[in-house]
């Protein structure tokens, strides 16, 4: 369970900073895995307007930082943007990421592909202005529903404070932080209570990340599924992202993870599965584990990765309906 937070304000430990502090720490109370990223100083530059990204589903620009920002938009179940007010807008560095997410966009509603967690990934914004204007938040709002419709997750709406123009002003408000961090908290919520699941195979880069998407995709409200490598290879295997997205299911951005990567939040999973490596496997703390004994489909041509994903999703849906009987 990973939640994203975006802070748009140049200022490090401003207003805006402190909110999303405590949002953070209100989602990590509940168990979450938190991470914050300080986009005014991660050099994305500003959407070129190339309808590139409608064509090829990829921003032409590929050395900047918003690489890494996809990345962490599709691993995070919530997200968080948190941003000044600047002339009833967000900050220029918060907007030029948001204007970059239309690759992301472009995958969804022109190449129709599902990335997995969209049915269950859950936005909110944070917002700060120095007026007290009845409007300041509107034009903001506006533009995070927008976004979040961008990146596939539900808009859940936003924390807006007025008149917090001098430094550490959202401190001496007499709810602000204790706001934002029952919302953190809030959002958490039922996510938390998710049967934890985690695929392991060697490299992390076909079976396990396939089954992840396929658990994420069919039943992500109440499942947290993740997957890891005991070797992870530098990226996933282009063929399993061929062949998922001949399902409709989208792996772009999606990247291995090893061992020493795995978010438990100190609690064990529920089910641990190894896809028929359990020489290379090492057991992580589990209530039940289970081999599905699969073939390694590396180096294999996309037909046999398809008969293997075809084998995952079946073995995914039955693991399913045998968690509802329970």
Known sequence: MF????????????????????????????GAEVLK???AFEHIASCQECRFCEEQGFCRQQDDAMREMNYLLRRADVVVLATPIFFYGP?????????????????????????????????????????????LFTGTSLIARYFFDAVGARYEGFLGFRQMEEPGAITRHPTALADAGKKGAELIGDLSARRRALFLCRENA???????AFLQHYAGDKFDAQSVGDQPAPEINPLAIEAMAEQGIDLAFRRPRGMDQIADGGR??????????????????????????????????????????????????????AEAGH
């Open 37 to 39: 990223v300080d986009v």
């Open 206 to 212: 076909g079976r396990s990340q396939m089954a992840e």
């Open 268 to 321: 064990s999973f529920d089910l641990v599965v190894q896809m028929g490596c359990e020489q290379s496997c090492p057991l992580t703390l589990a209530e039940r584990v289970e081999n599905w004994e699969l073939e390694d489909p590396a180096g294999k041509p996309l037909e046999f990765m398809r008969t293997i994903r075809d084998e995952i999703e079946r073995r995914v849906k039955a693991l399913i309906a």
């Open 91 to 135: 900050s220029a560095q918060l907007k030029a990421l948001i204007d970059r997410s239309q690759a992301l966009w472009a995958r969804r509603h022109i190449m129709k592909l599902t990335d997995p967690k969209a049915a269950f990934r859950r936005g909110f914004l944070l917002a700060v202005g120095a007026t007290k204007g009845k409007e």
């Open 3 to 30: 939640v994203l937070g975006l802070m748009g304000s140049p200022r490090r430990q401003g207003n805006t900073d402190l909110l999303l502090a405590a949002f953070l720490d209100g989602a990590q109370a509940k």
